[in-house]
């Protein structure tokens, strides 16, 4: 594998690049991986996922916003990651245990195409709506169906975390003008110190939810994994859907199961868009 290799995927049109700490010559700075994603003096990503040694797991994994800023947790991003770590020869079995800065996550190669994975089943850990630990700036012990007042418009918030802040909101009509506008301010509202995910969503039936996302410090975002799994958990929460739910995101679909305990797996498909090395010349 050459220096400064990476590769690039995407789960549900939300797209990561895997990089390898230990076949990197440089340090992930922050300007460094601003510079990364942008899409016209870099390569573009809605982030850059770290392989990172752990004492915990098989691998270790710190995951990167475009803003530079680092997040806990990321469904697709683990989807991703696994499927990097697959591919490219670091594993040779389906199921293997990745340490994040959000806990211990299992994943299995549930499905391949040529030999690469494509399905892949994530343990997402566990579901919690306790707001010192989401956290959210909250008197009560849960901030589930409070009302936030955002300019003139009052929402209803369910916050929870699934191993990264999340702030889900039903409603009956999806707007992504609505989301574009709302989301990067309840994302900085000062009730969530370390910002939080924004979801907006509509349940369509029992086993099926429409979602449309802003994502802390990333924007809006076609398809987010753990996302999906903050708006299964609060659908389950308020008895509106089964625990086993498809979450649908204009980028596609993932299946969501969260068993009585609030343990949650999510499925979905991984595909590669394109492998190489990062230029000597991309930080000058």
Same mark, same amino acid.
């Given at each position: 594998?050459?220096?400064?290799?990476?590769?690039?995927?995407?789960?549900?049109?939300?797209?990561?690049? @895997? =990089?390898?700490?230990? $076949?990197?010559?440089? /340090?992930?700075?922050?300007?460094?991986?601003?510079? !990364?994603? #942008?899409?016209? *003096?870099?390569?573009?990503?809605?982030?850059?996922?770290?392989?990172?040694?752990?004492?915990?797991?098989?691998?270790?994994?710190?995951?990167?916003?475009?803003?530079?800023?680092?997040?806990?947790?990321?469904?697709?991003?683990?989807?991703?990651?696994?499927?990097?770590?697959?591919?490219?020869?670091?594993?040779?079995?389906?199921?293997?245990?990745?340490?994040?800065?959000?806990?211990?996550?299992?994943?299995?190669?549930?499905?391949?195409?040529?030999?690469?994975?494509?399905?892949?089943?994530?343990?997402?850990?566990?579901?919690?709506?306790?707001? @010192? =630990?989401?956290?959210? $700036?909250?008197?009560? /012990?849960?901030?589930?169906?409070?009302?936030?007042? !955002?300019? #003139?418009?009052? *929402?209803?918030?369910?916050?929870?975390?699934?191993?990264?802040?999340?702030?889900?909101?039903?409603?009956?009509?999806?707007?992504?003008?609505?989301?574009?506008?709302?989301?990067?301010?309840?994302?900085?509202?000062?009730?969530?110190?370390?910002?939080?995910?924004?979801?907006?969503?509509?349940?369509?039936?029992?086993?099926?939810?429409?979602?449309?996302?802003?994502?802390?410090?990333?924007?809006?975002?076609?398809?987010?994994?753990?996302?999906?799994?903050?708006?299964?958990?609060?659908?389950?929460?308020?008895?509106?859907?089964?625990?086993?739910?498809?979450?649908?995101?204009?980028?596609?679909?993932?299946?969501?199961?969260?068993?009585?305990?609030?343990? !949650?797996?999510?499925?979905?498909?991984?595909?590669?868009?394109?492998?190489?090395?990062?230029?000597?010349?991309?930080?000058?």
């Amino acid at each position: 594998m050459e220096k400064n290799f990476f590769v690039k995927a995407h789960g549900l049109g939300n797209e990561y690049i @895997s =990089l390898d700490q230990e $076949n990197i010559d440089f /340090e992930l700075t922050k300007d460094k991986i601003i510079k !990364i994603c #942008d899409v016209h *003096f870099g390569i573009g990503t809605d982030g850059v996922l770290l392989k990172v040694p752990s004492r915990k797991a098989d691998f270790g994994l710190r995951i990167f916003n475009p803003d530079g800023s680092e997040a806990e947790k990321s469904g697709n991003g683990l989807r991703i990651f696994s499927k990097y770590l697959y591919d490219y020869g670091f594993i040779n079995k389906e199921q293997f245990t990745i340490e994040t800065p959000g806990g211990l996550v299992k994943a299995h190669v549930i499905e391949k195409r040529n030999g690469k994975a494509f399905i892949i089943k994530v343990d997402m850990g566990k579901a919690n709506f306790t707001s @010192s =630990l989401i956290p959210v $700036n909250f008197p009560k /012990e849960e901030c589930f169906g409070e009302p936030l007042v !955002i300019d #003139d418009k009052e *929402f209803m918030i369910h916050c929870v975390t699934v191993g990264n802040p999340h702030c889900v909101i039903l409603t009956d009509n999806l707007n992504e003008e609505e989301v574009r506008y709302y989301g990067p301010k309840i994302e900085n509202h000062p009730i969530f110190p370390n910002r939080i995910n924004v979801q907006f969503a509509r349940v369509v039936s029992k086993n099926e939810v429409r979602a449309m996302i802003w994502e802390r410090g990333a924007g809006f975002t076609l398809a987010s994994g753990s996302s999906s799994c903050a708006v299964a958990s609060v659908m389950i929460k308020k008895g509106l859907t089964e625990r086993a739910v498809t979450i649908k995101m204009p980028g596609g679909d993932l299946k969501i199961e969260i068993d009585p305990e609030w343990n !949650i797996r999510m499925t979905g498909e991984v595909r590669e868009i394109a492998s190489g090395t990062l230029s000597d010349e991309l930080f000058l």
